[in-house]
């Protein structure tokens, strides 16, 4: 594997992993202090968040070393296929399983917090 692609795939990762982590965190505060049902829809949104950066990730990066228009390609692609991602599960989330919306929103902007957390460097 090139430094390029071992780089990308690291961040994918790392972002990935940490915004299951505030997922996690936020669910289990609602677990605590409102309940099961509240902890699931909070994990549920921080989980949709999770693996939509994921797909974003696994599309945008897969060309590797390559021209601009290819490069361009997979990263409107990896972007469509996130925001389907999205709508596809808000919809199961709130219309199938009537989980609870606010909790829902909370974990996915708890999520997204671990995606600005997870682009900074230490270095």
Known sequence: MSGVLARSYRLV?????????CALTVASLF???????????????????AVGSAVLG?????????????LATAMYT???LKW???????YVALARLKLDAPPLLI????????YWAGLIRLK
């Open 13 to 21: 990762v790392r972002v990935v992993l940490l915004q299951a982590g």
């Open 31 to 49: 677990l605590v202090f409102r309940g099961a049902s509240a902890g699931i829809a909070a994990l549920a949104g921080g989980l949709i968040v």
């Open 58 to 70: 696994w599309r945008a990066f897969k060309p590797g070393v390559a021209g601009a228009v290819t």
């Open 78 to 80: 990896g972007v469509a």
């Open 84 to 90: 389907l991602w999205f709508a596809l599960a808000l």
């Open 107 to 114: 974990g996915m902007l708890a999520a997204q917090l671990g």
